[in-house]
């Protein structure tokens, strides 16, 4: 689970990194400040590189990208500050009462959300995406089995394989059959700590993972992000904000198209609760990974909060328990580690 490093206040070059392996620093470039990133995945630096060129030609909020070095190794990027979105819901996090600036700027920002999946598809070369093109039913196999091996095995707690895969076998057909509105752009690991704030708006980094999906992951991404801690009430508040923004562009290109909205408000938000239990088995994995074989304090920490969402959304949807009776009987087991 990438995500971008951010820089200590005050400290020049300074980049703190949480759960990628590249590396960050800050310089001066012709006078300006700029982002200096040494990747190790050529073809990773050369999605990233593309995505936000194509994303930045649309007038999409994302860095610029200013010089590429000839190997593709590393590059230089427009220095969106210190500020992530993270820390200016710092209240909300802490607290669970999110006040109301911190509320419009998370409206603000899934909005924001639904412009670079659907404007951001346009024209967009899938090819180039890293590592795979399409969130397909091989994708999401990966994103499970993440799960079993990085995280369920390391806790030691017994389990059958067949009742497993059983579930899994249902989760992968309920999530592939879910139409994105038209070819989206599925961000991938949308969340707070990927957003930056500049002079109050946010602006997106870390899509180099990003492929052609549906649009509900990144929803889920978004609204369930352990640490986030953003209470019920106000996810269904915020999903209907992007709705409401998600059916305007769709609108607004039918007109232009002349064919037909893809957007099914209902289908789209009853099928929400699958992805919300796939995106929070993969950050589970992605938990493990980082925390228990790479020693990352930020991800062990975050374990904890992973779980009780799974627990809240097995307790809300009385269809994913039954449908998913092994994984629900799994995540009971992994409370119990608490």
């Known amino acids: 689970m990438p995500a971008q490093g951010f820089a200590i206040p005050g400290v020049k070059g300074s980049i703190v990194q949480q759960g990628s392996n590249r590396v960050y620093t800050r310089e001066e470039q012709d006078g300006k400040s700029v982002i200096r990133v040494e990747g190790t995945n050529r073809d990773e630096n050369r999605a990233f590189i593309y995505l936000a060129r194509h994303f930045h030609s649309k007038g999409l909020p994302v860095p610029e990208v200013f010089r590429v070095s000839e190997d593709e190794m590393s590059y230089t990027q427009e220095d969106l500050g210190d500020t992530l979105l993270f820390d200016v819901i710092k209240h909300g996090r802490e607290t669970g009462c999110f006040l109301p600036e911190e509320k419009a700027l998370l409206e603000k920002t899934i909005r924001a959300l639904a412009h670079i999946q659907i404007e951001g598809a346009k024209g967009l070369n899938w090819s180039v995406c890293f590592p795979v093109a399409a969130m397909d039913e091989r994708a999401i ?18 389990f059958s394989e067949p009742r497993l895969e059983d579930d899994f076998d249902r989760l992968v057909k309920a999530v592939s059959i879910q139409p994105s509105a038209g070819n989206a752009f599925l961000y991938r690991d949308f969340q707070s700590r990927n957003v930056m704030i500049k002079e109050g708006e946010p602006y997106f980094i870390d899509f180099q993972g990003g492929r052609k999906g549906p649009t509900q992951y990144d929803v889920a991404s978004f609204l369930w992000q352990a640490k986030a801690n953003i209470p019920q009430a106000l996810r269904e508040q915020l999903t209907e904000a992007y709705l409401d923004e998600l059916e305007a562009i769709s609108r607004q290109h039918s007109a232009i198209s002349r064919q037909p909205s893809a957007v099914s408000r209902e289908e789209w938000k009853a099928a929400l609760p699958h992805f919300v239990l796939l995106r929070t088995l993969q950050v589970l994995g992605a938990y493990g990974y980082r925390g228990y074989f790479e020693r990352k304090t930020h991800f062990i920490e ?8 799974l627990a809240e959304l097995f307790a809300m949807h009385d269809a994913l328990r039954d449908e998913y009776p092994y994984i629900y009987a799994i995540s009971n087991d992994l409370l119990l580690l608490l």
């Open 141 to 158: 196999r990966w994103d499970l089995n993440y799960w079993k091996y990085c995280f369920l095995k390391g806790t030691k707690i017994e």
């Open 302 to 309: 975050s374990i904890p909060n992973a779980l009780r969402n």
